[in-house]
């Protein structure tokens, strides 16, 4: 499965991911040793692995505490997700994201 991060700097990285290794999308990023914090653990606590979606197909929903995280974090758009949150999955192929800001 093919997923595209854009990185804060605007270039583009293309990852082949595996499927079936019970990862979430904050976890591949920091795999492939992006700038992505994750401090809590992927608990959906900290916001430091937020992302914009880029492809409208693979948005998902948010569960209630990426929600609430989203809600106290910065530079949050209409697009924007926790990376934690997201597991990797065979419907994700074609993914493509921009890492956000970091925060002030």
């Known amino acids: 499965?093919?997923?595209t991060v854009v990185d804060r700097e605007g270039k583009e990285h293309d990852f082949s991911v595996p499927t079936d290794t019970n990862l979430n999308l904050m976890e591949v990023?920091?795999?492939f040793e992006l700038p992505v914090e994750g401090i809590c653990g992927g608990m959906a606590m900290?916001?430091?692995c937020q992302v914009y979606i880029l492809t409208d197909e693979h948005?998902?929903?948010r569960n209630d505490d990426e929600e609430a995280m989203l809600d106290e974090a910065y530079f949050v758009e209409e697009n924007s997700r926790?990376?934690?949150?997201i597991?990797?999955?065979p419907e994700l192929n074609g993914l493509?994201?921009?890492l956000a800001p970091e925060a002030p």
């Open 87 to 89: 597991p990797i999955t």
């Open 59 to 61: 948005f998902g929903e």
């Open 96 to 98: 493509k994201v921009a």
């Open 1 to 3: 499965m093919s997923i």
């Open 46 to 48: 900290c916001a430091s």
């Open 29 to 31: 990023c920091k795999g």
């Open 82 to 85: 926790l990376g934690c949150q």
